[in-house]
């Protein structure tokens, strides 16, 4: 089993930058992909960034990519997400999730574990 906890949500305003961590505990042994996805009031989990455990390949959704900057260290077991030039469509639920076959996958089916999400909220 592995935990994961976020950390790093807030009220900001249009313009913030914003970093969130993501901090995995337990069975974290192997490569491992790790990924944020966030969910709006009312809308389904979406696709943020994902990373490799095995090669570090990143993969963005469209919307995000060159804002968002997704990052690890294995050292420390955490996952970061750099959001810049945040605006208020990015109010949110913001989760991590891992997949133990390390795939990087958009789809969040094939994310074993979940966090218990942290919310940003953007003010304009």
């Known amino acids: 089993q592995v935990q994961l906890v976020e950390s790093g949500g807030g009220l900001v305003r249009t313009g913030d930058s914003l970093r969130l961590s993501c901090v995995a505990s337990g069975s974290t042994t192997g490569a491992y992909a790790a990924a944020w996805f966030r969910q709006a009031p009312g809308k389904g989990r979406s696709f943020l960034a994902s990373i490799r455990g095995s090669d570090s390949r990143t993969y963005y959704a469209t919307s995000v990519q060159g804002r968002f900057t997704i990052s690890r260290d294995n050292d420390k077991n955490t996952v970061y997400l750099q959001m810049n030039n945040l605006i208020p469509e990015d109010t949110s639920v913001y989760y991590c999730?891992?997949?133990?076959?390390?795939?990087?996958?958009?789809?969040?089916?094939?994310?074993?574990?979940w966090g218990q999400g942290t919310k940003i909220t953007v003010s304009s």
């Open positions: 999730a891992d997949d133990s076959f390390d795939r990087g996958s958009y789809a969040a089916a094939e994310y074993d574990y």
